[in-house]
């Protein structure tokens, strides 16, 4: 039997993808979470054999909660669920230790698959992910400003263009708010932007967000 967490902010989404994976006699959906908060802890009080992570939540988000669940345990896999992915969020999520990247748009059938292949110990991605990586990975300078930046300013990035005040920021990360603030204009300086409103545009015509979301 795989036992599987799920994570996502949204009742509806985990609703939806618990009713897809209890049809499989061999998955059992043991918790759910609905930050990166209750997925650490959750992890850490039942050693689930995958994890099914949205990227976008709130808290410390799902890129921070996939490097804490890998340092807890290595026999706990993380599959990464994102609205985008022309983005560096492929790319940062598989350095952050997932085994498996999906977009929200994925068919149940490969739901199920990517479960099946990373609860085996491979990694999962779809064609057309592992192309943009691939991509990245030749061009690490392309025309994606946002592929110069580490994962913990990109995690600083994504909270800044959901308007989130650098102190709310820190206490999530559990960094001040003068560390924020260094990352901040840091990240600033390599994207070539001076406010988080032209952070946010720049994000947006990236496709680093979804305009949808905001």
């Given amino acids: 039997m795989i036992k599987i967490i ?4 949204h009742d509806l989404v985990r609703t939806g993808i618990r009713r897809i994976l209890e049809d499989e006699s061999e998955f059992s959906v043991i918790a ?3 930050n990166g908060e209750e997925a650490v802890q959750l992890c850490r009080k039942n050693a689930p054999d ?3 992570m ?3 939540m709130p808290g410390i988000g799902g890129l921070e909660a996939t490097k804490r669940i890998v340092r807890m345990s290595e026999n706990t896999r993380v599959v990464c669920v994102s609205m985008v992915k022309e983005s560096p969020i492929p790319m940062q999520v598989m350095n952050a230790g ?3 990247f999906l977009t929200k748009d994925a068919e149940p059938e490969e739901v199920i698959r990517a479960i099946y292949k990373v609860a085996a110990g491979q990694k999962y991605l779809d064609n057309e992910i592992a192309h943009s990586i691939a991509i990245d990975k030749l061009s690490p300078s392309s025309e994606n400003p946002f592929n110069e930046l580490s994962s913990r300013e990109l995690s600083i990035a994504l909270r800044l263009t959901k308007g989130q ?3 709310d920021i820190a206490n999530e990360l559990s960094i001040n708010a003068k560390t924020v603030n260094t990352y901040r204009y840091r990240m600033f300086d390599k994207l070539g932007v001076t406010t988080d409103v032209e952070l946010t545009h720049l994000a947006l015509r990236h496709k680093l967000i979804d305009s949808n979301l905001l």
């Fill in 6 to 9: 799920l994570a996502d902010d």
């Fill in 50 to 52: 995958v994890v099914l």
């Fill in 98 to 100: 997932a085994f498996g």
């Fill in 32 to 34: 759910e979470a609905k």
């Fill in 165 to 167: 005040r650098v102190p």
């Fill in 54 to 56: 949205d990227v976008n």
